[in-house]
């Protein structure tokens, strides 16, 4: 295998990774308003322990979080991804003026979504110099390991802090507080973790077989 081939093998499954981790939450954002899920009532008269298509949304989605979350964080590690990165931040930035000043068609296509679209691509324009100031100061977070760790942390913090303190203690999509907490969701954003986690990990098996593999033969796939 010579280094172009191995190099692209392994930048085609990191491919791969995030285009299926975002596939997925998109699906899960299309399955909140068109899917439909019949509920199991796990334990009976106990609605902590309800399973049905909100429980699904939390189990993809964050299973596709993970997979799209650790690729984005590496993707960095890679100087060929700056020009990417910044074309991409450039072509937001007028996605959002498009979305803000746009025609009346424009909002009428894009529908009640315009804020959390307009909310995502100005995330995404924050981030691409914050994680490249990240990536000179500590470049060892953006290694595929470690991308993956910071990115299964963030979403069990997300988790706990949504599941554990702010339904049942606050409020809920701006309804009162549920007053208990939803140990099926929280079960389901788990094991969508968990299944992320384990899937990524085999990726990045196949990236440093790969590129062991290429080394053994005296070549590198960088």
């Known amino acids: 295998m010579t280094p172009r081939n191995s190099s692209r093998l392994c930048t085609l499954l990191l491919l791969i990774t995030f285009c299926l981790g975002f596939a ?39 299973f596709g ?28 930035g007028l996605c959002v003026l498009a979305i803000d000043q746009g025609p009346e068609w424009l909002f009428e296509w894009i529908g009640s979504d315009g804020l959390t679209y307009t909310q995502l691509l100005v995330s995404y324009i924050v981030s691409v110099p914050v994680l490249y100031a990240m990536r000179w100061s500590t470049p060892r977070f953006f290694e595929p390991k470690a991308a993956l760790n910071l990115s ?17 203690c606050f409020s809920t999509y701006d309804e009162p507080a549920k007053g208990y907490i939803q140990y099926a969701q929280i079960l389901s954003d788990w094991s969508g973790i968990l299944l992320g986690y384990a899937v990524s990990r085999l990726c990045i098996w196949g990236v440093n077989t790969i590129r062991a593999k290429a080394e053994a033969g005296g070549i590198s796939p960088d």
Do not use: D
């Not at 299964?152 to 049942?168: A, T």
């Open 24 to 62: 997925i939450v998109l699906y899960a954002k299309w399955f909140i308003w068109n899917g439909k899920l019949s509920g199991l009532e796990l334990i009976t008269g106990n609605p902590a322990w309800n399973f049905g298509k909100r429980e699904w949304i939390h189990f993809s989605g964050l």
């Open 65 to 92: 979080c993970i997979l799209f979350g650790w690729t984005f964080l590496h993707s960095f590690s890679y100087k060929k991804m700056l020009k990417i990165h910044i074309g991409m931040a450039l072509l937001a």
């Open 152 to 168: 299964v942390l963030y979403m069990l913090s997300l988790s706990v802090l949504w599941e554990v303190i702010m339904q049942p």
